[in-house]
């Protein structure tokens, strides 16, 4: 059973940056993709950014392309989400899923870890 566990969310000033942690155990991830959600009071949960375990292939949102930078970390089983130049609107709970690359649908979720941008 996979298992996630996010860390490194807080409260920051915009233009400031932050990292957030996703810990993977239960499984063996090189043919799993790592994503990155997150979800703003009120609002439907939206896709940030993905990574391909084994490719490092990533892919993110036009929302925070050039600010944000997904990576992981296979002797640690960790996958980063590097978000830089912070914005108020980028305040919400963010979520790191894993989805089996045959699948379509992410079907592992972590707990969320709050982010908040203050202006």
């Known amino acids: 059973q996979v298992q996630l566990v996010e860390s490194g969310g807080g409260l920051v000033q915009a233009g400031d940056s932050l990292r957030l942690s996703c810990l993977a155990s239960g499984r063996t991830f090189s043919n799993y993709a790592m994503g990155w959600f997150r979800q703003a009071p009120g609002k439907e949960r939206e896709f940030v950014a993905s990574v391909r375990w084994s490719s490092g292939i990533t892919r993110y949102a036009d929302s925070v392309e050039g600010r944000f930078a997904i990576s992981r970390d296979n002797a640690k089983n960790k996958v980063y989400l590097q978000m830089n130049s912070l914005r108020p609107e980028d305040t919400a709970i963010y979520y790191c899923?894993?989805?089996?690359?045959?699948?379509?649908?992410?079907?592992?979720w972590g707990q969320g870890t709050q982010v908040t941008v203050s202006s």
């Open positions: 899923a894993a989805r089996m690359i045959v699948q379509g649908d992410y079907s592992s």
